[in-house]
């Protein structure tokens, strides 16, 4: 999928705009870069159906320089079938993960998110990959994410749902359910089958 220029432009300028504001101390270049995040604001809201003040009060909440944010998502089989979780938010169907939180390390982060997504206990193995999300087929989003997915080996538990997903089922590759392509998309799911059919293949990356 190939990502809307207006997209990278309100990107880059609320980038941009923000690194300016951590750094600043002159209170007019202060008024700059707001101006300039308002424009990233208008950027977006124009090309989209969200209105500008709620993309604004978004940006507003970032503090920092800003630098990509960063998704895990659990790689886990049973019987050559790949766990998937039902994603409530818009019924599609994904590998259990999300944003991983402050102080806990990456195999922590998705160890955990696995167990709250999908009920199921697993231990993180290998890194599979780190994708930029621009790059694998996700529709556009806001900000930059960087995905990493991680290898896990089962070792309990049972599927549960969540207060963000609805159902854990393992899949094999020609049965998958309609996908939540926010989070995961067909591409990479089949580099997933490829790396449990050849374990020894190493890390990708971009």
């Avoid at 998110?113 to 993180?124: C, D, K, L, P």
Wanted: charged letters at 20%.
């Amino acid at each position: 999928m190939i990502i809307p220029r207006w997209l990278e432009w309100g990107q880059k300028l609320q980038a941009l705009a923000r690194a300016g504001l951590t750094y600043t101390e002159n209170k007019f270049d202060v008024e700059r870069y707001h101006a300039i995040t308002a424009i990233a604001a208008e950027i977006i809201a124009t090309h989209s159906a969200v209105d500008a003040s709620v993309i604004q009060s978004v940006y507003d909440s970032q503090v920092g320089y800003q630098t990509p944010k960063v998704d895990s998502r659990g790689v886990v089989f049973q019987n050559g079938k790949i766990l998937l979780v039902k994603e409530l938010a818009d019924g599609g169907w994904t590998l259990p993960g999300g944003w991983m939180d402050v102080n806990e390390t990456p195999g922590e982060a998705v160890v955990r998110e696995v167990r709250e997504e999908s009920g199921y206990y697993v231990r993180a193995v290998k890194l599979m990959a780190v994708y930029d999300r621009r790059l694998h087929g996700h529709p556009p989003y806001l900000f930059h994410i960087y995905k990493l997915f991680f290898m896990c080996d089962l070792l309990g538990g049972e599927a549960a749902v969540s207060i963000e997903t609805g159902g854990a089922e393992f899949y094999g590759l020609d049965e998958l359910p309609p996908l939540s392509t926010q989070r995961t998309t067909l591409e990479e799911i089949q580099r997933c089958f490829a790396h449990h059919h050849q374990p020894d293949l190493p890390t990708e990356f971009d």
